[in-house]
């Protein structure tokens, strides 16, 4: 059987967590169909013939490779030889095709092949799922298996999530054709299947988004996972509770009839473009996936969020949608909208609330749980009209639309001034601040420091909203410094904080040099040496003598002292000295060795 797939390469726009938009270059899945995030899923069951058209309306030549399928590389190189694309390319505004045979069953994905470092992240991605023949027919041995009679694969229910994660900056940056690193890839959205969390526990729909990550599965239902990483990073999917076994790795299955190599894991690791299939019956409740790297949990900074899914488990599901919400008001505050609603559903699991502007459409704010009847977008600007609706969900469908709410923002006002900053020490070259939020509206901090020698504040660092430390580095030691901080955004920056002053504590003092050692009448001997620090506490005088094997300190003495004379020692006996410089922070290397007998 042949499966024709065609897909339109396009740009497009994503909605990101608290409604903000992202450009991306996504694929269609029709001529006039809005590219999404990810791709459109190609099904193929072993024996068919795969036929893909790709489409490219970019500006710029576009491929797909296939992972894992029996198809001939084509890479192609530049008139300097590098390697540009690693497959043939759809130059813009025409088409190409790729074709393979499904022979044999997987989870696999498929990508841009044409300046991946780009194309990949910008949305040039998708899930490719191959099943075996005869999974679909009850009475044949492969029904509901993902690798065939015998692989242990058999399951229950079925779903595939897709690790990605997403860079604004990256995307501005790619899109307006300016220069881009990969070097400085710095995600803030980490998703599965095309959204962060919470959004991602919504219902799938026709937006760019379309993919839901959330899971439902009966009580006792045998749930298998197909899980991919088509993200540029390295991803570790864990469990909130119990463990799954893992029956394949990257489409190959590990149990055959020779040998049962499958097992458990609480977490798995998927590299950049591995897959794994994940087979167990997961308790009944709400069991959370996420990614167990605390920076993958955030949006944007905001926790929580990020890389992390329901899986939800019940003995029932509801069978009809839950009624819509109504009373929709929204009234303006410093830097928010406060939104409150009455829930009329009894069934529902969540709510989707969007928000646009005058000539904007309808956009996700945000994902809600259970009973939510307000919420505070922060996302907002000064100035500007907003319409808001919501709408509640659960697995049977979403409800309709409560009422729309207006609500004009009054005009941005520069943020609060932080107050009680703190500064302390905490090396030889780090202060850390500590400081107190006074302002909701703030785009970030601004740290500015002076010191004795140049009095003038100085910029140092620039820090999120919502911070209220930060550990200035690449100081002096036994120095003083003294710091402010102002808060700000697009209106302004706030009034300065009080000023406050730490300083760094003092390094081990440099050794001191030139020790010389000479015998004085009365049994003694005359020490003098250079002085080569200025941060020292004092000096260690240590000696070798005929009764001591080593070293041993004999005296110390004051900071200003560069000579010691050392008496009552044995006539006609050798003694070593060597001369070390201390302070709080330690004590320095040792001087020169010099030697003498007493006068």
Request: charged share 15%.
């Amino acid at each position: 059987m042949l499966v024709s797939i065609e897909l339109w390469a396009r740009p497009g726009t994503v909605t990101l967590p608290g409604g903000t938009p992202s450009v991306i270059w996504g694929l269609a899945a029709g001529s006039t169909a809005e590219p999404q995030l990810p791709g459109p899923v190609i099904e193929a069951t072993v024996g068919d013939d795969v036929e893909v058209t790709l489409h490219n309306t970019l500006d710029e030549p576009v491929s797909l490779t296939f992972p894992g399928q029996q198809i001939n590389p084509e890479p192609v190189l530049d008139a300097a030889g590098r390697l540009v694309s690693l497959a043939r390319p759809a130059p813009p505004g025409r088409s190409t095709v790729y074709a393979f045979p499904a022979s044999r069953p997987g989870t696999f994905h498929y990508e841009g092949g044409t300046s991946p470092e780009l194309q990949v992240q910008m949305g040039l991605y998708g899930a490719l799922v191959v099943r075996p023949a005869g999974y679909d027919n009850p009475a044949d041995p492969n029904y509901h298996t993902a690798y065939g009679a015998g692989s242990g694969s058999s399951y229950d229910v079925e779903t595939v999530l897709l690790l990605s994660e997403l860079d604004p900056a990256a995307h501005e940056a790619i899109a307006g054709g300016g220069a881009y690193n990969p070097l400085s890839y710095s995600p803030q959205y980490w998703l599965i299947n095309g959204r962060s969390f919470p959004d991602c526990t919504g219902p799938a729909d026709t937006s760019t988004q379309p993919f839901s990550a959330r899971v439902p599965v009966l009580t006792g239902q045998r749930l298998l996972l197909r899980v991919i990483n088509a993200g540029l990073l390295t991803h570790l999917l864990a469990f909130q509770q119990g463990t799954a076994r893992v029956v394949a790795e990257d489409g190959h299955p590990k149990h055959s009839a020779a040998l049962d190599a499958t097992y458990e894991k609480c977490a798995l690791t998927l590299g950049a473009g591995q897959t794994a299939d994940l087979l167990f019956i997961p308790p009944e409740g709400e069991l959370y996936l996420y990614d167990r790297e605390v920076l993958h949990l955030a949006n944007a900074d905001e926790h929580p969020g990020g890389m992390m899914t329901l899986v939800d488990v019940r003995n029932a599901f509801p069978t009809t949608a839950p009624s819509a919400p109504s009373d929709l008001t929204a009234a303006p505050a410093p830097g928010q909208v406060e939104l409150t609603w009455v829930n009329n559903a009894v069934n529902e699991d969540g709510f989707i609330l969007e928000r646009r502007t005058e000539t904007g459409p309808f956009l996700r704010v945000v994902t809600l749980f259970t009973g939510a009847t307000a919420y505070s977008d922060r996302h907002v600007e000064g100035s500007t009209t907003y319409i808001y609706r919501v709408l509640a969900f659960n697995s049977a469908g979403k409800s309709a639309y409560s009422n729309e709410a207006i609500v004009t923002t009054p005009a941005a006002q520069p943020p609060a001034a932080p107050s009680n900053l703190t500064a302390a020490a905490v090396s030889t070259s780090e202060i850390r601040l500590i400081w107190q939020d006074n302002s909701t509206t703030e785009d970030g901090f601004r740290i500015e420091l002076k010191t004795a020698a140049d009095p003038d504040f100085i910029e140092t660092g620039v820090v999120p909203a919502d911070t209220t430390y930060h550990t200035d580095t690449g100081l002096n030691p036994n120095t003083t410094y003294t710091y402010r901080v102002c808060a700000y955004n697009a209106s302004g920056a706030s009034g300065y904080s009080n000023e406050a002053s730490a300083t760094t504590l003092s390094a081990i003092p440099a050794a001191p040099s030139n020790l010389t050692a000479n015998g004085l009448p009365g049994n003694r001997i005359r020490l003098t040496w250079q002085d080569n620090s200025t941060n020292k506490d004092g000096f260690i005088i240590e000696r070798l003598g005929m009764l001591s094997p080593t070293f041993i300190a004999i005296s110390r003495v004051s900071p200003n002292v560069t000579e010691y004379i050392d008496a009552g020692l044995f006539p006609w006996s050798t003694y070593l000295y060597r001369i070390r410089a201390y302070n709080a922070q330690g004590v320095s290397p040792p001087s020169n060795i010099a030697r003498a007998l007493p006068g």
